[in-house]
């Protein structure tokens, strides 16, 4: 019995094989049609993976537009971190530049300089307030900057020094409106002759005109005072010396009593836009305690 089965077993098996390989033989020879097992499992699997694959293909699509917006996201903010930073290097040039004009003008000036011994300072420090119109600069007594010492910019005169500390000095400019800030000048006659200047006194700083007003008792038709006339320090005051650039004549208009003439004159430097300074030591003999700039 138990031989049976082995034998039947084995016919079985000698049997499938001979089927396998003849279905193998039948299925690899060269055919024009397939037969209807064949194209029904064919177009099955091909449906299963037709529904597969399109699911599949539109989440790998969905993926690498992610990809790709976010790796524009990155591209766009690198762009814009290098535009800000551009801008930045834009203003600095910029500031650079002017800076550069600014100290290659001030080195120029001091070239210009002859009578009096100019040093350089940078204003660290600027009062918001307009009545006192202060600056704060980085040089002080230890520089051998002292009291009521001129204070100029490569166009012009803008002040004196108020008070000094070891390190820094104070600079009030010719914009505040203390009634003790008065600077001794003279209008700079358009002849050699010595009577056709006039002299007087910058008194006043109009902030509605943004003029210095000068005072002076001179008759302005006798004077022929015109517009356009050069203004400088007069050097009658015994602080400033003499030469120093104010401005120029605007007009003239007399006082409210008639005694004396207003001068309106347009300051050489610009006092809101300060950054260096020039200092002038007066290198003629000057007194130890000046409140303030006197004499005609």
Sequence with gaps: MPQFFMNKRLIILLVSIIILVALIGFSIRSRDKLTWPEQFIKDTSGWVQTLVSRPAHYVAGFIDNVRDLQSTYEENKELKAKLEELGKLEYQVQG???????????????????SYNPMNATVIRRNPDRWRELLTINKGSSNGVKKNMAVMTASGLIGKVKSVSTGTATVQLLSSEDPTNR????????????????????????????????ESTEDSKKAKIKKGQLVTTSGLGGVFPEGLPVGKVVKVEPDKDGLTNNIFIQPAADFYDVEHVIIIKRTATQPDDVEEEKGL
Excluded: P, R
């Design 183 to 214: 600077i001794s000048a003279v209008i700079q006659a358009d002849s050699k002759k010595k009577g056709d200047k006039v002299f007087g006194l910058i008194v006043d700083y109009d902030k509605e005109s943004k003029y210095l007003i000068m």
């Design 96 to 114: 650079l530049q002017k800076e550069n004009a600014t100290l290659h003008e001030t080195l120029k000036e001091k070239e210009n300089l002859s």
